[in-house]
């Protein structure tokens, strides 16, 4: 079965299976110190992608090693292919869409 399973399952959200060509909105992190990134909690709306930003930075204020979080747009396809990649710092990975006022959530 092909496609990407979106939504976190917990407090009546259902995931559900969706074709690669969809557009997505996920959270990128963006590490300081080894200047990678990594993409995690795909969602459906931008709405949802912030409140999944909010909750990750909350997870990371503490840590001695903070990353910079953003919402972005992608599509499940490149979601799903970036996933398996670890450490990527590839200039051509997606940005911060203009969904924050800054593109970062603080």
């Known amino acids: 079965m092909t496609g990407l399973?979106?939504?976190t399952g917990w407090y009546g959200m259902v995931r559900r299976r969706i074709l690669d060509s969809v557009a997505i909105?996920?959270?990128r992190r963006?590490?300081?110190d080894w200047r990678t990134h990594e993409f995690v909690s795909p969602r459906l709306t931008a709405a949802d992608a912030l409140r999944a930003a909010a909750a990750d930075y909350a997870y990371w204020r503490r840590s001695p090693l903070r990353p910079r979080v953003s919402v972005v747009r992608m599509s499940a396809n490149d979601f799903r292919i970036h996933r398996d990649r670890r450490d990527c710092a590839?200039?051509?990975?997606a940005v911060?869409?203009?969904v924050a006022s800054d593109g970062a959530v603080r």
Not at 90 to 93: E, G, K, L, Y
């Open 5 to 7: 399973m979106v939504g």
């Open 25 to 27: 909105f996920a959270v």
């Open 30 to 32: 963006d590490w300081p």
């Open 90 to 93: 590839a200039p051509d990975c």
């Open 96 to 98: 911060a869409t203009p």
